[in-house]
């Protein structure tokens, strides 16, 4: 099999949450391999900073500010990326938040929060995306950025909604691919799922928990290595799924 990024050279990408950790690491590889990125959040002037320092990549960064609990802002995204960059052949589903309450008497809006960007922002997106290849002919990817968690749950504290979220990612990959089975799509779709990754996404997490875990943790690069990994394949190939975990991880 030959490993190679050369098709979607030129292409346009949609990469939520890219405005810190692993989503940041993903824009950046994608742009060095000469795609046009939308990079999307909140605190967009994270991504207008991050564009500053790719001005001379092979591709370019474009930043977008959105709300991805909100449907509506979805939808407008990918209105707006068909307008200005041009049709979507790559997402990257990746904003995700863990608010670390606990489920036997947790916060419902945390959850809520937790839901609607996890699995809710996941979804819609995906749909968009997906519409717009379809009408555009694009054999384009979806990947999923979902967790171990996704796959096998440890006991730790606080761990809430959020490996409900993931296992429900691991469930809506599997059947989104169903269904373009279904319709003879050649769009394909992937999950990642990295062990645990030093990112802002542990600041609230209780310290002596993070002290024990920061031994041993993957870097966003590393998550972004399988990322180009699962892209770079030939259009007959599938991956559909890429667990990356620090050597030692003990889950
Ligand atoms: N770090 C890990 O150990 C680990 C392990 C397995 C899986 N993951 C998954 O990897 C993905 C990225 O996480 P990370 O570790 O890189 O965390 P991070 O550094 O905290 O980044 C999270 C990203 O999601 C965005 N986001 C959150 N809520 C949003 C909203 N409502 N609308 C738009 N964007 C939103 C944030 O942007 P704004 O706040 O600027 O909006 C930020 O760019 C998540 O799906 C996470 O579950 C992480």
Redesign the pocket.
């Known amino acids: 099999m030959v490993l190679s990024m050369e098709r979607w050279i030129g292409k346009v990408a949609v990469v ?9 690491a993903i824009a950046k590889q994608l742009v060095e391999n000469g795609l046009l990125v939308v990079g ?5 002037e ?1 991504i207008e900073d991050l564009a500053k320092t790719l001005g001379d990549k092979k591709g370019k960064l474009l930043a977008y500010k ?5 449907r509506e802002e979805i939808k407008l995204l990918f209105d707006w990326t068909s307008d200005n960059a041009g049709p979507v052949a790559i997402l990257i ?6 608010t670390r309450t606990t489920i036997v008497d947790g916060d419902v809006e945390a959850w809520k ?1 937790t839901i ?3 699995l809710m ?1 996941t979804c819609v997106a995906s749909r968009e995306a997906i519409s717009v290849m379809r009408k555009n002919n694009i054999d384009g990817h979806v990947i999923n ?5 996704g796959h096998g749950i440890w006991n730790s504290p606080n761990m809430d909604i ?1 490996p409900a979220t ?1 296992y429900a990612v691991t469930a809506f990959t599997e059947t989104l691919r169903f269904e373009l089975v279904n319709l003879k799509s050649k769009i394909k779709v992937s999950s990642v ?11 609230n997490m209780d310290r002596s928990e993070f002290e024990n875990i920061k031994k041993r ?2 870097n ?1 690069e590393d ?1 972004a290595d399988g990322v180009v990994y699962a892209l770079s394949t030939p259009p007959h190939v599938l991956v559909k799924e890429v667990i990356i975990k620090p050597v030692g991880e003990p889950y």
Request: net charge neutral; hydrophobic share 40%; glycine share 10%.
């Open positions: 939520t949450g890219a405005s810190s950790g692993i989503g940041a999307v959040a909140r605190r967009v994270r959105a709300d991805l609990s909100n589903n990746n904003a995700g938040i863990h929060k609607d960007v996890n922002a950025i979902n967790s171990i968690l959020y993931k799922s990295p062990g645990v990754v030093d990112t802002e996404i542990f600041e943790m993957l966003p998550i």
